[in-house]
């Protein structure tokens, strides 16, 4: 949602006069960064045929409160992704573990590295023979023809979990999952999830209920090793939070479709809520390019046509894009616009100069956590690692340190990450960070497990540390 309506829709939803004594406010609840809470209770007030005015607020909130976390699991993936494999890396360099290389392999799938994938998958199966789960050959088999640019490998896995991990590889929506095909283990599920959000046409309900079911298992590993006394290693399944990213962004979007139709019976709402221009950007996120620039239309204010550019920069029209960007930051002076202009420039990986400029001069006006975290998103990204640092802990109240309710978890998520891109002397206040954040979002204990034997490594080694045991 663009930032200068963020406050005054919020404003709109603080007047659901029957939540009034009713338990907790769900408006209170998402300022605290607690957008399950939130959304669980506006989920209660959306169901009916015809939703009154209390219903269509409660739906304007709802979409958000799942845009939010859409985005919240958008930055927890690539950190996962980055601890993970030091930490695979770490118990290989130690011991044999065709587990481990499993997992690694996968990482190296969802990166789009084929050649390092087939090598783990390959030694996996050579190391661990029937131990391996069955997906093994199925993503041994998907990583070939990828690196081919061939077809879909023909596959007939037998177990339950490879067969719809064969359905979510070879990119099939819902009207390809057999008929009396059940989701029986966690793996099955989050597949089915992946899927489910894959729909042309909105699965509200179904995709949902799958949501639910998958964050039911996301605390807990997907697979047990325990490879000698006192020691155990838990394996997590990578695409857990890429796709419960995809699973919130989806119910977002066919929320918000929802509610272009309900708020028609309601012009002052649908003026105030822009849902067109939210929709944009939800359709953005998911890489739905086409739709995102049929929903925004022809902008004609700043914001519009900055949402435009980051549209036509991820479709690789950088032709068009830039000139964009560059004629908004022209004799500007509003913080709030330069931060958005230096943010698109981050959010499309180009000219990053430019956004730091730009960041740096809406920082001398007004400064903030989130001017403070994209100066020192920007700074990160051209390689500037120990100021970038130095400007995520100016905007990171240390008082309120590791509280979501006071701390953007967002902004919790990318300053730990930067941590642990830059220095390793200060690993254990990455442990402390996910410790509690996995309290909060158990989806999270698969980065703070990995993140506490790599911080162990550091004094010793993986194995004489004993740090593999249950848990996160």
């Not at 709802?62 to 030091?86: E, I």
């Not at 995102?292 to 700043?302: E, I, R, W």
Request: charged share 25%.
């Amino acid at each position: 949602m663009r930032r200068d309506n963020f406050l005054l829709v919020l404003f709109c939803l603080m007047s659901l006069p029957a939540l009034a004594g009713a338990g907790e406010d769900p408006v209170d609840l998402f300022r605290r960064h607690r957008y399950e809470a939130a959304a669980a209770i506006w989920e209660k007030e959306v169901h009916g045929a015809v939703l009154d005015e209390k219903g269509v607020r409660s739906l304007k909130g709802l979409s958000m409160s799942y845009h939010q976390l859409g985005r919240l699991y958008s930055r927890l993936q690539p950190f996962s992704s980055a601890v993970a494999s030091t930490y695979y890396k770490g118990i290989l360099a130690e011991q044999k573990s065709a587990l481990s290389l499993y997992y690694l392999g996968q990482l190296h799938y969802q990166g789009g590295r084929w050649d390092s994938a087939i090598v783990c998958f390959e030694k996996a199966r050579k190391l661990g023979g029937d131990k391996v789960p069955e997906e093994n050959d199925v993503f041994l088999g998907y990583a070939t023809a990828r690196k081919k640019k061939s077809a879909n490998p023909a596959l007939q896995p037998k177990s339950n979990a490879a067969q719809w991990q064969v359905l979510d590889l070879s990119g099939g929506e819902p009207s390809g999952i057999p008929a009396g095909l059940k989701a029986y283990s966690p793996r099955a599920r989050r597949c089915r999830l992946s899927i489910l959000s894959r729909s042309t046409i909105p699965l509200v309900n179904e995709t949902y209920a799958a949501l639910q079911a998958v964050l039911h298992d996301a605390g807990d590993p997907e697979t047990i090793q325990d490879p000698g006394k006192n020691t155990q290693i838990d394996f997590y399944d990578p695409f857990l939070l890429e796709t419960l990213q995809r699973g919130y962004f989806a119910l977002s979007q066919w929320r918000q479709m929802q509610l272009l139709k309900e708020e028609k019976r309601f012009p002052e709402l649908a003026r105030k809520f822009e849902t067109p221009s939210s929709l944009s950007e939800t359709c953005l996120w998911r890489g739905q390019y086409a739709d995102a620039l049929q929903y925004l239309g022809q902008p004609n204010d700043t914001e519009g046509r900055l949402l435009r550019a980051r549209i036509l920069g991820k479709q690789g029209k950088l032709s068009e894009a830039r000139p964009l960007l560059e004629g908004a930051a022209k004799d500007e002076k509003n913080p709030v616009i330069l931060r958005e202009i230096a943010e698109s420039y981050y959010f499309l990986a180009i000219d990053f100069q430019k956004g730091l400029k730009l960041a740096s001069q809406a920082l001398k006006d007004k400064d903030g956590a989130s001017y403070f975290r994209i100066f020192a998103a920007l700074l990160l990204a051209s390689g500037q690692n120990d100021a970038a640092l130095q400007e995520y802990a100016k905007g990171y109240k240390i008082e309120f340190r590791n509280r979501i309710d006071e701390i953007d978890p967002e902004y919790m998520v990318d300053y730990a990450h930067a941590i642990f891109l830059t220095s390793k002397m200060r690993y254990e206040e990455i442990v402390e960070t996910l410790y509690h954040l996995q309290k909060e979002i158990p989806a999270c204990r698969q980065i703070h497990y990995a993140m506490q034997g790599v911080s162990a490594s550091q004094a010793r080694n993986y194995e004489s540390q004993k740090i593999f045991r249950k848990g996160g």
